[in-house]
């Protein structure tokens, strides 16, 4: 075909138009991107992404969250430490507008550095309201417990009765409760233990009293204590397996438990290659703990609550495990089986809320028929820290900070020898360029022949 100065005129105008709808499709992008932006994080477990949780814990802080980093420009370990900060922040401005950031350079002004407490490159210092603290880790689940710290209305003390071989909220021991004290504790509670054969009542200043599986028999004047505290509108979390009560029967009838003896069997337990003793939650009740879990958890040794009728308190059933299981009221040993005339079927409830409001003042008892599923053995499973700490937050009025813990980013690295960076490396920037180049010429040389 040839090209006459006519034709030659019409293509050159084609060419411009076209360039135009190009240049102006361009500036269109970049308009709407700029008015409308729009994010997508493909990283594994979108690590890019605050959790739900997190961004709940946001919304429910209605003023503005003020960051100070103290970090250098440069980092002679880190590189550009601001950068660092400022990239990990950033998903935390774009959910609330008011959280704030900014930086002072150690180095320049030592003396401020000196009066805010700071002691390492890069340390932050949040504050919101009138209170204040410091972060170094900078993880999603470390910068959470912080802001939960900071938005509970008030300091709650719990103290976990001792003195009977109870499971303790500071030890370390298997069957203990230390690594879920440890939770509440970052989560802004004060942990602390009680003798009542030592204290005359219980403190007034208690939020929460936690009795987790006593082995020896309380005293008299103990047991008086602990009803006097329930009397006056205490909250309590007791923790109850498969055990006598060891001298709390008046406590249960004051709370208007019914507690049948036997341990639930779950033959769904072997799902988990565990064995059925081990209960599988099958659902939770209608209840603010309960309400948006969506966890599974599970309960060694498990025995069975129950709430009687009028007896002054709200109660709600809580958890309910082994749906195929049931309560087995005979031994343990050797292959064990349904008896039909003697086991109760399953679903079994295991844990009970009980709500009153004496004196119009809002009084709040959680009874768990399992103490293990806050051990130190047991905690790390599915999301028995979760519920766990639904439970402390309900229990001591927070309830807007009742919510599925952060999670813990995975964020792995790719690891590459340098023979692959360099393929990569010639691939990218220059084979693939270089092809493109080629291309171009061929079909221009191509065209200009025709």
Known sequence: ?????????????????????????????????????????????????????????????????????????????????????????????????????????????????????????????????????????LTEQALANLLMRLGRAKESLVMALEGHGERKLAGAANHDLGEFGKQLAAKGFKINSLNLALAQEVPANVNVLVIASPQVNLLPEEVRKILAYVEKGGNLLWLIDPEPLRGLEPLAEKLGLVLSPGTVVDPAAGTFSSQPTMAVAAGYGNHPITRDFRLNTVYPFARQIGTGEDTGWHAVELIRVASQGWLETGKLEGEIRFDKDRDTPGPITIAAALERAPEGHAQRVVVVGNGSFLSNATLGLLGNMDLGVAIMNWLSGEDDLISIQPRANVDPSLDLSRPKLMAITLGFLVALPLGFFIAGGVIWWRRRKS
């Open 1 to 137: 075909m040839k090209i006459n100065p006519k034709l030659r005129l019409r293509l050159l105008f084609q060419n411009i138009v076209f360039a135009l709808l190009v240049v102006a499709l361009a500036g269109l992008l970049a308009y709407l991107a700029k008015e409308y932006p729009q994010q997508w994080d493909l990283t594994q477990n979108s690590r890019n992404t605050l959790s739900p949780s997190t961004q709940e814990t946001l919304k429910k802080l209605p003023g503005p969250v003020t960051v100070t980093a103290y970090a250098t420009p440069r980092d002679p370990r880190l590189g550009d430490l601001r950068k660092v900060i400022q990239d990990f922040l950033a998903p935390y401005q774009r959910a609330k507008p008011d959280f704030t950031i900014q930086f002072i350079d150690p180095t320049e002004q030592p003396k401020l550095t000196a009066a805010a407490g700071v002691q390492a490159n890069g340390e932050l210092v949040i504050q919101y309201g009138q209170r204040s603290e410091h972060l170094t880790n």
